[in-house]
């Protein structure tokens, strides 16, 4: 069935980082406000000349990110569920413009109550959440990666790399550095996905415009990213911006150079002519000609980061995760990446 072309919009936001509160109540004053602040750029941007039937937000436009927090505190201070607090507000935005509203923020979820996720999430225009993906590669906090076992039997494989299908195509999601991992968009595009959500807060540079670049033209999928504004959550100093809508062939669709808050990064989306461009059997198709069996052998016998490493106990700072990060280096020696 064929999609009509439609809009989407990267709602480029500053954030006031919560984990500078010293209390529940001051963390969750700001994270309303930031709240707040999103659901106006939202609202713009749907009652504008041109409205999105898609917004993605930046990854931690909430919350920011726990910094030197430890686990516990932050999961007591400023964690919420998906669907909870956070996402109800939005869902309230997605049913009065009937659009969908991809973002993230870190997750609590009762099978792990001593653990938190960073998880994106899209809602539909209905304000149903209809995707959630919890990030795998990471060293910062939980991924499913740490607890694989008891995830794989709790959420099976399409609670690990979930695709989910849409009147505007299949979309899949996931957050800032893991555009830098191959393998994750590679997953989500042979699930099916023609559009990658990617809420992101990092430095602009180069080289993250580069890996976005890429993921976009090596799948032939549509890369909607969205940077937050001002300075990034791990930094006073380093700038965001840089927000951007790569289409199937890698070239920018739309662009936000600044590093201020912005709707004006928007593109329309044509899935009718990513699929045709699949479908393709010109020199310009490299999915039609990659020889994916070339590589399972080297996938299959490739063993680095250990899984299951939390499956029994959690970690309340970073400094616990030492033992577990020598373990990865001594299997990258044992396969000759190390010398």
Not at 175 to 193: D, H, I, N, Q, T
Request: one cysteine or more.
């Amino acid at each position: 069935m064929a999609i009509t072309p439609w809009r989407a919009t990267c709602i480029q936001i500053d954030s006031k980082v919560a984990s500078s509160a010293t209390s529940k109540q001051e963390t969750w004053g700001i994270i309303e406000a930031n709240l707040a602040n999103a659901i106006a750029k939202i609202e713009e941007a749907c009652t504008g000349p041109t409205p999105p039937k898609l917004v993605v937000l930046p990854e931690f436009a909430f919350q920011g990110p726990p910094r030197a927090t430890p686990v516990s505190e932050w999961i007591e201070r400023a964690c919420a569920a998906i669907p909870g607090p956070i996402t109800d507000p939005l869902a309230d935005v997605a049913r009065k413009f009937g659009i969908y509203i991809a973002g993230n923020h870190f997750e609590v979820d009762a099978k792990w109550p001593d653990r938190y996720f960073n998880s994106s999430f899209l809602l539909d225009p209905k304000g149903e959440v209809i995707l959630r993906y919890r990030r795998i590669n990471t060293a910062s906090w939980t991924s499913p990666h740490d607890i694989l076992d008891q995830y794989r039997e709790a959420y099976g494989e399409d609670g690990i790399f979930p695709v989910v299908e849409t009147e505007l195509g299949r979309m899949a999601i996931f957050p800032c550095g893991e555009v830098a991992v191959p393998e994750l968009s590679r997953v989500f595009m042979l699930r099916g996905a023609e559009i990658l959500l990617h809420p992101s807060n990092e430095p602009a540079n180069a080289r993250a415009d580069a890996a976005k670049i890429c993921r976009a033209a090596e799948n032939m999928c549509y890369l909607i990213s969205t940077n937050i504004s001002g300075s990034i959550g791990f930094s006073d100093t380093e700038r965001g911006g840089h927000s951007q809508i790569v289409d199937f062939n890698g070239n920018y669709a739309a662009f936000e150079k600044s590093d201020l808050e912005s709707i004006a990064c928007s593109a329309i989306i044509d899935v009718d002519a990513l699929q045709a461009a699949r479908r393709d059997t010109n020199m310009g198709n490299g999915l039609l000609r990659t020889r994916f069996e070339m590589y399972r052998d080297y996938y299959a016998k490739a063993d680095i980061y250990p899984a299951n490493q939390l499956s029994e106990k959690a970690f309340e700072t970073y400094a616990e995760l030492t033992p577990v990060q020598q373990k990865a280096i001594a299997n990258a020696e044992k396969a000759g990446i190390l010398r």
